[in-house]
């Protein structure tokens, strides 16, 4: 389908420069000039056919690296943890160190793997996926809920119930179609435990993106992002990136090929 493409743009291309140079006096010249622009012209869609076909093979396709500097998590406060005691064993691998009790974050770590998250949200978006939004804390509900509806998502920030994708044909009465990607702003619910989105989206072999804190467990989380999961700020960062990059996955859709 690709080489087809070409191969029509380059005729087009072809059938441009025949007509432009047969005023000119010198045929011998339009006739070279001609066939090597052609020749770069196709090179050039064909590459960009390529890229756009299948955009899993090229990294950062959308550009999501340019979303946000180490200065700008570090500004929202994703550095700071809970307090010493409470740590994940399964956490220290994203630990920098403590500072008067608190542990730190390392930002380089956090920096390189919210890229992955942001990257695989926006292929997702890309390919037409449902997005789901999920937070269970009442401060930050309004938050979530509105970068999910900026982004023409979904969002579920009230208390879970847990037979939305293990039993939802029941549930609603009808075939259902559970999301493509549940981004959880928090894999904790309000009572420290583990949210019941986190089970249930692995039963369901449904990819999750977790802000995990120092007192997280990040191991069923297929895209964990370690941070703070407390302050606004970082909530509001988190929103306004993975908003950010739905909307760029979407905007790429127009040039897909079909």
Not at 108 to 119: F, G, H, I, S, V
Not at 131 to 159: M, W
Not at 177 to 188: E, F, G, N, Q, Y
Not at 231 to 238: C, D, M
Request: with cysteine; net charge neutral.
């Amino acid at each position: 389908m690709i080489r087809t493409i070409a191969n029509r743009f380059k005729w087009n291309a072809a059938r441009y420069f025949t007509q432009t140079c047969s005023i000119n006096s010198d045929a011998s010249l339009c006739q070279n000039a001609a066939s090597l622009k052609v020749d770069q012209l196709a090179d050039i869609k064909e590459s960009e056919l390529k890229e756009i076909s299948d955009p899993l093979k090229f990294p950062d396709y959308f550009g999501v690296r340019k979303l946000f500097r180490i200065k700008d998590l570090f500004d929202a406060r994703i550095h700071y943890g809970h307090t010493n005691g409470t740590l994940d064993p399964n956490m220290k691998p994203y630990i920098f160190g403590s500072r008067l009790g608190h542990l730190i974050f390392d930002l380089d770590k956090t920096a390189e793997m919210l890229q992955d998250a942001l990257n695989f949200t926006a292929h997702i978006a890309y390919r037409g996926g449902i997005i789901l939004f999920v937070s269970h804390c009442p401060q930050h509900t309004l938050t979530v809920e509105n970068a999910a509806k900026q982004a023409g998502e979904y969002a579920h920030a009230r208390e879970w119930d847990f037979h939305i994708f293990t039993n939802s044909e029941k549930v609603y009465n009808g075939v259902t179609r559970l999301p493509d990607l549940v981004i959880l702003l928090s894999t904790l619910n309000p009572q420290m435990q583990e949210h019941t989105a986190v089970k249930d989206a692995a039963k369901m072999c449904i990819p999750t993106i977790g802000i995990v804190d120092s007192n997280s467990n990040p191991n069923l989380i297929t895209y964990p992002i370690p941070g703070n999961d407390d302050s606004p700020a970082a909530v509001q960062l988190y929103c306004n990136l993975f908003r950010d990059a739905i909307l760029l996955g979407k905007s790429k859709k127009p040039m897909e090929v079909y």
